[in-house]
């Protein structure tokens, strides 16, 4: 079973500011990785797929990199809206196709 | 309008079963997997498992196996997730989702359900 970590478990950051939201998984995915936002109450929102492609409708300030074991979303200029949990997801060959335990991004 | 709409909370006592569904219009329902994710209280998400309308093929997460059921009926376009041996470590929110951007893909789910909240007491 391929485990996925993130880091940190929290950031606390400004409106503004960049931020760099990192996955690492315990075993090559390639590039099959997908990144989601979570906000109180809701349902998960894809934010990314295949490791750097934007879920439709996805603001150009998020971009997501890496691939095989270490990967990293960017949101490079941070917005009220985007303080939230963001979890990564493993989707290669094996089952199960695992999150990581999120990070959230909370309001400095 | 691509929509996925599960059934109301449930209340189940320790080791009762529950059956969740989950139905879906808006899109060729055979055409994708149905994935279920479950998240305890303030906990992550937990993929549990898919199928696949068409055929009815399941993947589960082994430590599921024998004790969940995911199910789809064609002919109601509805999804299924039956869990028996009910603990109080089941109670969480099931979610069901469906990657649309293409066919039978196994992550990167961009329509979401909007949850149901099992509780065990």
């Known amino acids: 079973e391929i485990v996925m970590t993130q880091s940190p478990a929290t950031l606390s950051l400004s409106p503004g500011e960049r931020a760099t939201l990192s996955c690492r998984a315990s075993?090559?995915?390639?590039?099959?990785l997908a990144w989601y936002q979570q906000k109180p109450g809701q349902a998960p929102r894809l934010l990314i797929y295949d490791a750097s492609t934007r879920a439709t409708g996805i603001p150009a300030r998020f971009s997501g990199s890496g691939s095989g074991t270490d990967f990293t979303l960017t949101i490079s200029s941070l917005q009220s809206a985007d303080f939230a949990v963001y979890y990564c997801?493993?989707?290669?060959?094996?089952?199960?196709?695992?999150f990581g335990q999120g990070t959230k991004l909370e309001l400095k | 309008e691509v929509l996925l709409v599960q059934s109301g909370a449930e209340v189940k006592k320790p080791g009762a079963a529950v059956k969740i569904s989950c139905k879906v219009s808006g899109y060729t329902f055979i055409d994708h997997y149905i994935h279920w994710v479950r998240q305890a209280p303030g906990k992550g998400l937990e993929w549990m498992g898919l199928?696949?309308?068409?055929?009815?093929?399941?993947i589960e997460t082994e430590k599921f196996q024998n004790r969940v059921y995911m199910t789809a009926d064609t002919s109601t376009d509805t999804a299924y997730m039956e869990v028996t041996g009910l603990t109080s470590d089941d109670t969480a929110i099931y979610y069901c989702?469906?990657?649309?951007?293409?066919?039978?893909?196994?992550?990167?789910?961009?329509?979401w359900g909007q949850g149901t909240t099992v509780t065990v007491s």
């Open positions: 199928v696949h309308p068409e055929d009815g093929e399941t």
């Open positions: 997801q493993q989707y290669n060959a094996w089952p199960p196709y695992s």
């Open positions: 075993d090559n995915v390639g590039t099959n």
């Open positions: 989702a469906t990657a649309l951007r293409g066919m039978r893909l196994l992550g990167g789910m961009d329509v």
